[in-house]
């Protein structure tokens, strides 16, 4: 049977993965809401890092039921307090991702239709054979090209 010794490192080991997920989160929640880009890509790799490691405090759990069994109710309270906090930060990490996304996607939207609206439409021949905007307002004549026939 467990001693009261054997529960508090395990109890530990698994706050100290949760503290570290919820820290690596709150970070990225700031870096997003002040706008700090750069300091993403920094982030990812400490972030899948964390989130594997819940992943694996969690599947310890799932496969060894006795080991949440030998945690004392204090402890398993406790767990259960950053666990809240945990799913709260996730949330809004998850909130702020989205918005970014949405934000970059219509960025993206916006750098493509002004490419665009910059770039030749197809012109049109007129009755006296000259090229024309046709029915597009973006049209321009093409490039003229001379041939030097001495060649």
Known sequence: ???PEDRTPRAAGAEAVIV???DVLLRENAALGDGRRD???GLTAEKIAACRAYEALLRSYAD???TLAAIDDE???RLRQLGDKLIAVAKENARRLEVAVEAHRRFMDTVAEAARSLAPGPGTYSRNGSIGPG???RAVAPVAVSVNRSL
């Open 1 to 3: 049977m467990n001693t």
């Open 20 to 22: 570290r997920l919820a």
């Open 75 to 77: 402890q398993r309270r």
């Open 64 to 66: 060894n039921p006795d």
């Open 39 to 41: 300091e993403l890509a």
């Open 135 to 137: 029915r597009t307002a």
